[in-house]
Protein backbone atom coordinates (compact mmCIF):
# COMPACT_ATOMS: atom_id res chain seq x y z
CA UNK A 1 0.00 0.00 0.00
CA UNK A 2 1.20 3.52 -1.13
CA UNK A 3 1.72 5.66 1.77
CA UNK A 4 2.34 9.31 1.28
CA UNK A 5 4.90 11.55 2.31
CA UNK A 6 4.26 13.25 5.50
CA UNK A 7 3.62 16.80 5.22
CA UNK A 8 4.90 19.38 7.18
CA UNK A 9 1.34 20.24 8.18
CA UNK A 10 0.87 23.50 6.53
CA UNK A 11 -1.71 24.38 4.70
CA UNK A 12 -2.00 23.69 0.92
CA UNK A 13 -1.73 27.47 -1.08
CA UNK A 14 -5.04 28.89 -1.86
CA UNK A 15 -6.37 28.04 -4.67
CA UNK A 16 -6.48 31.32 -7.80
CA UNK A 17 -9.90 32.08 -8.83
CA UNK A 18 -10.01 32.54 -12.84
CA UNK A 19 -9.34 36.03 -13.98
CA UNK A 20 -12.82 37.84 -14.85
CA UNK A 21 -13.96 38.79 -18.22
CA UNK A 22 -12.37 42.67 -17.82
CA UNK A 23 -9.01 41.04 -17.18
CA UNK A 24 -9.23 38.90 -19.78
CA UNK A 25 -10.02 41.61 -21.78
CA UNK A 26 -7.51 44.00 -20.68
CA UNK A 27 -4.68 40.85 -21.02
CA UNK A 28 -5.90 41.03 -24.85
CA UNK A 29 -5.58 44.47 -25.08
CA UNK A 30 -2.25 44.40 -23.61
CA UNK A 31 -1.06 41.77 -26.26
CA UNK A 32 -2.79 44.09 -29.02
CA UNK A 33 -0.83 46.65 -27.69
CA UNK A 34 2.13 44.58 -28.05
CA UNK A 35 1.67 43.58 -31.35
CA UNK A 36 0.93 46.92 -32.53
CA UNK A 37 4.13 47.85 -31.19
CA UNK A 38 5.44 45.39 -33.41
CA UNK A 39 3.68 46.89 -36.03
CA UNK A 40 5.19 50.60 -34.86
CA UNK A 41 8.52 49.18 -35.63
CA UNK A 42 7.82 47.96 -38.91
CA UNK A 43 6.03 51.38 -39.77
CA UNK A 44 9.20 53.39 -38.61
CA UNK A 45 11.42 51.80 -40.71
CA UNK A 46 9.48 51.87 -43.76
CA UNK A 47 9.02 55.30 -43.22
CA UNK A 48 12.51 56.26 -43.03
CA UNK A 49 12.38 58.21 -46.52
CA UNK A 50 9.53 60.12 -45.43
CA UNK A 51 11.13 61.03 -41.73
CA UNK A 52 14.24 62.58 -43.93
CA UNK A 53 11.48 64.89 -45.78
CA UNK A 54 10.34 65.86 -42.07
CA UNK A 55 13.24 66.73 -40.31
CA UNK A 56 14.49 68.75 -43.28
CA UNK A 57 11.04 70.53 -42.81
CA UNK A 58 11.25 70.91 -39.58
CA UNK A 59 14.83 71.73 -39.39
CA UNK A 60 15.58 73.31 -43.07
CA UNK A 61 19.28 74.73 -42.01
CA UNK A 62 20.61 71.05 -41.37
CA UNK A 63 23.35 70.02 -43.80
CA UNK A 64 23.03 66.38 -45.44
CA UNK A 65 25.31 65.39 -42.63
CA UNK A 66 23.36 66.45 -39.84
CA UNK A 67 19.96 65.17 -41.33
CA UNK A 68 21.84 61.76 -41.59
CA UNK A 69 22.68 61.92 -38.36
CA UNK A 70 19.25 62.90 -37.11
CA UNK A 71 17.34 60.48 -38.95
CA UNK A 72 19.71 57.49 -37.31
CA UNK A 73 19.06 59.00 -34.01
CA UNK A 74 15.54 58.71 -34.57
CA UNK A 75 15.18 55.47 -36.51
CA UNK A 76 17.63 54.08 -33.26
CA UNK A 77 15.54 55.94 -30.38
CA UNK A 78 12.29 54.42 -32.67
CA UNK A 79 13.54 50.33 -32.73
CA UNK A 80 14.65 50.94 -29.13
CA UNK A 81 11.29 52.13 -27.50
CA UNK A 82 9.68 49.61 -29.64
CA UNK A 83 11.15 46.56 -28.38
CA UNK A 84 10.99 47.92 -25.04
CA UNK A 85 7.53 48.75 -25.46
CA UNK A 86 6.85 45.07 -26.77
CA UNK A 87 8.69 43.70 -23.52
CA UNK A 88 6.26 46.09 -21.03
CA UNK A 89 3.21 45.20 -22.93
CA UNK A 90 3.65 41.25 -22.57
CA UNK A 91 5.00 42.22 -18.89
CA UNK A 92 2.35 43.37 -17.96
CA UNK A 93 -0.45 41.11 -19.39
CA UNK A 94 1.26 38.31 -17.93
CA UNK A 95 1.37 40.05 -14.18
CA UNK A 96 -1.94 41.15 -14.43
CA UNK A 97 -3.83 37.85 -15.62
CA UNK A 98 -2.11 36.45 -12.69
CA UNK A 99 -3.98 38.88 -10.57
CA UNK A 100 -0.14 40.82 -9.00
CA UNK A 101 -1.96 43.86 -7.64
CA UNK A 102 1.17 46.04 -8.43
CA UNK A 103 0.92 44.99 -12.14
CA UNK A 104 -2.38 46.92 -12.16
CA UNK A 105 -0.80 50.12 -10.43
CA UNK A 106 2.73 49.57 -12.58
CA UNK A 107 0.60 49.30 -15.97
CA UNK A 108 -1.33 52.78 -14.84
CA UNK A 109 1.84 54.55 -14.81
CA UNK A 110 3.08 53.33 -17.33
CA UNK A 111 -0.05 54.66 -19.42
CA UNK A 112 0.44 58.10 -17.91
CA UNK A 113 4.06 58.03 -19.22
CA UNK A 114 2.68 57.09 -22.75
CA UNK A 115 0.15 59.98 -22.76
CA UNK A 116 2.83 62.30 -21.62
CA UNK A 117 4.78 60.70 -24.50
CA UNK A 118 1.87 61.09 -26.91
CA UNK A 119 1.47 64.71 -26.13
CA UNK A 120 5.38 65.57 -26.60
CA UNK A 121 5.34 63.65 -29.31
CA UNK A 122 3.27 65.85 -31.24
CA UNK A 123 6.08 68.44 -30.97
CA UNK A 124 8.75 66.87 -32.65
CA UNK A 125 8.39 65.68 -36.25
CA UNK A 126 7.64 62.57 -37.35
CA UNK A 127 5.67 60.67 -40.56
CA UNK A 128 1.73 60.77 -40.33
CA UNK A 129 1.94 56.94 -40.31
CA UNK A 130 3.95 56.84 -36.90
CA UNK A 131 1.41 59.16 -35.41
CA UNK A 132 -1.29 57.33 -36.46
CA UNK A 133 0.40 54.17 -34.88
CA UNK A 134 0.81 56.27 -31.58
CA UNK A 135 -2.66 56.95 -31.28
CA UNK A 136 -3.71 54.07 -31.39
CA UNK A 137 -1.16 52.56 -29.06
CA UNK A 138 -2.91 55.08 -26.22
CA UNK A 139 -6.08 54.04 -27.15
CA UNK A 140 -5.48 49.97 -26.66
CA UNK A 141 -3.42 51.46 -23.59
CA UNK A 142 -6.61 53.35 -21.99
CA UNK A 143 -9.02 50.31 -23.21
CA UNK A 144 -6.90 47.92 -21.14
CA UNK A 145 -6.21 50.59 -18.18
CA UNK A 146 -10.63 51.08 -18.04
CA UNK A 147 -10.54 47.27 -17.70
CA UNK A 148 -8.24 46.47 -15.15
CA UNK A 149 -9.89 49.29 -13.04
CA UNK A 150 -13.70 47.79 -13.45
CA UNK A 151 -15.13 46.46 -10.13
CA UNK A 152 -14.63 42.70 -11.17
CA UNK A 153 -11.13 43.31 -11.82
CA UNK A 154 -10.41 44.87 -8.48
CA UNK A 155 -12.16 42.19 -6.81
CA UNK A 156 -10.29 39.86 -8.34
CA UNK A 157 -6.75 41.53 -7.45
CA UNK A 158 -7.66 41.99 -4.06
CA UNK A 159 -8.09 38.38 -4.20
CA UNK A 160 -4.59 37.55 -4.72
CA UNK A 161 -3.22 39.95 -2.09
CA UNK A 162 -1.35 38.05 0.40
CA UNK A 163 -1.41 34.74 -1.57
CA UNK A 164 2.01 33.24 -1.39
CA UNK A 165 3.34 35.57 1.11
CA UNK A 166 3.18 34.37 5.25
CA UNK A 167 1.88 36.91 6.75
CA UNK A 168 -0.24 38.20 3.92
CA UNK A 169 -4.04 38.89 4.14
CA UNK A 170 -6.22 35.53 5.21
CA UNK A 171 -2.99 33.60 6.49
CA UNK A 172 -1.69 33.20 9.90
CA UNK A 173 2.07 33.99 10.47
CA UNK A 174 4.09 31.49 10.75
CA UNK A 175 5.42 30.73 14.87
CA UNK A 176 2.10 32.52 15.62
CA UNK A 177 3.22 36.46 14.72
CA UNK A 178 4.40 38.83 17.28
CA UNK A 179 7.75 39.70 18.21
CA UNK A 180 9.83 37.34 21.40
CA UNK A 181 10.46 39.68 24.26
CA UNK A 182 13.42 38.97 26.98
CA UNK A 183 12.75 35.31 28.20
CA UNK A 184 10.92 33.81 25.22
CA UNK A 185 7.06 35.55 25.85
CA UNK A 186 5.47 36.69 22.60
CA UNK A 187 3.70 40.13 22.24
Known amino acids: MYQP ?30 AVS ?12 SLRNAV ?3 YPS ?12 IVGL ?10 LWVWMALANKAGKSWARIMASVL ?3 NTLFLVTGFTRPSPLGSRLVTV ?3 LIGAGAIMFLWRA ?5 FEAGRGQGRPGGRGQARPGGGGQARPGGQRR
Open 5 to 34: YPSTGGTPEPVRPEPPASVITAVRLMYAGA
Open 136 to 138: LIW
Open 152 to 156: ESSQY
Open 56 to 58: HRA
Open 62 to 73: FTSSQLHTAEVA
Open 111 to 113: FGL
Open 78 to 87: AVFSALLGIG
Open 38 to 49: ALSLVVSLLTVG
